[in-house]
């Protein structure tokens, strides 16, 4: 049982004969707050789009188990950044997903591992225009390709100003990439996915991030990578290095059908969307749907859940409050069936979803909640 107090978890006792609660859900698993690093829209906005609705995406995620995350922007042209990031500045939303910076995946990504992005918005590494970024909004983590001229000097630059940086749509070889981890390189962005392969005489990018001490982000949604590369992964990788991100479009949340990314129309087949070509866009699956994919194949729960939690939260510094749950934290807490889907989400102790309710409402057990579980799976 996971006992809440103003907004944070006073209390957590094991129970063998959960009694009943507030929620009334008959619920098996618990989970902190899903946190997601790579969003470039949901629920039919896109991020990339400056007059995307930040709001409401961010209050309808708490229904996919989310409760922070990055809005991503993918590479545009250089004049749609500042409108782009002065809409995603941090809002104070009550009941919300959290907002936790922007993650800005190019512009400065190699042409021949472009995947969805537009080639003509792509360009090399230039500090000043990063830096200019910062002025308009708050950036948390830039993808580039650490091989292009001048990467290693923008990596530098951001990486000095507290930004993330993490190579992907990339040709990089093992030794470009181990210069860039000198230089500041400090993730790897859904790993093969837009980068160079891994062969036996030339490890390259994917070779090196498997290998290398920085974590790496997977789409796992079974079309991007199969599931059974995730558990090899994670294998490889050891604890505290695998975050699993969405890479959601305006589709996720959606029905299939017709969405647009950075000005470009996409397909959605509701589990992953793709360009008119067939180049993968990315994907439509919610995050709750993702780790009950991952679970069915056969992961392990407890290192689908950390994935999801722990470590993306301490890749962006934030686990001593985001992505576990423990005496003093936030209360932001997912509470699954036995399928994985989420029965009701909260933040800071508040319901900000509960399934069946039909819209995201207050919970009767505001100020001292008690939530009695069967199964905590927290990372810690
Ligand atoms: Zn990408």
């Known amino acids: 049982m996971v006992t809440v107090d103003e907004g944070r978890v006073a209390a957590i006792e094991p129970t063998s004969t959960p009694p009943p609660d507030a929620l ?13 690093l790579q969003l470039n829209g949901a629920f039919g906005h896109d ?16 229904s996919t188990g989310v409760t922070a995350f990055l809005p991503t922007v993918i590479s545009s042209p250089p004049e749609r950044y500042a409108a782009c990031l002065a809409n995603l500045r941090r809002p104070v939303l009550r009941d919300a997903a959290r907002v936790l910076g922007v993650h800005l995946e190019g512009p400065f990504l190699a042409p021949e591992h472009a995947g969805t992005h537009e080639p003509s918005a792509l360009r090399p590494p230039d500090v000043q225009e990063a830096l200019g970024w910062l002025q308009h909004g708050d950036v948390r983590l830039v993808t580039l390709a650490p091989e292009l001229p001048g990467a290693l000097d923008c990596i530098r630059a951001l990486d000095e100003r507290g930004v993330l940086v993490a190579a992907g749509h990339s040709g990089a070889t093992w030794a470009q990439a181990q210069r860039a981890m000198e230089a500041g390189l400090r993730m790897g962005t859904h790993l093969f996915n837009g980068m160079r392969q891994m062969h036996h005489r030339d490890p390259g990018l994917a070779g090196w991030l498997l290998a290398a001490p920085v974590p790496v982000s997977l789409i796992c949604d079974g ?9 090899w992964v994670a294998a490889a990788k050891g604890p505290d290095q ?47 749907h993702v780790l009950g994919g991952l679970v069915a194949s056969g992961i392990d729960p407890s290192l689908a859940v ?6 993306p939260a301490r890749v962006l510094g934030q686990a001593s409050d985001l992505g576990s749950i423990a005496v003093g934290r936030r209360a932001d807490l997912v509470l699954l069936d036995d399928s994985w889907r989420v029965r009701a989400t909260l933040i800071e102790g508040q319901v900000a979803f509960a399934a069946g ?5 207050r919970s009767p057990i505001k100020d001292e909640a008690r939530v009695p579980d069967r199964t905590v799976l927290s990372p810690t």
């Open 357 to 361: 309710s039909g819209t995201p409402g």
């Open 306 to 311: 950390r994935a999801a939690t722990r470590d």
């Open 242 to 288: 695998l975050i699993i991100v969405t890479d959601g479009l305006a589709a996720l949340g959606m029905p299939p059908g017709r969405y647009r990314l950075a000005g470009q129309g996409i397909v959605s087949d509701g589990t992953v969307a793709r360009r008119p070509d067939g180049t993968l866009s990315g994907s439509a699956l919610p995050m709750d």
């Open 223 to 231: 079309a991007h990578v199969a599931l059974e590369t995730v558990r």
């Open 24 to 36: 009334g859900s008959d619920r098996s698993i618990i989970t902190p707050g899903l946190v997601d």
């Open 47 to 62: 991020f990339s789009d400056p007059s995307a609705d930040l709001a409401a995406v961010a209050g309808a995620l708490p």
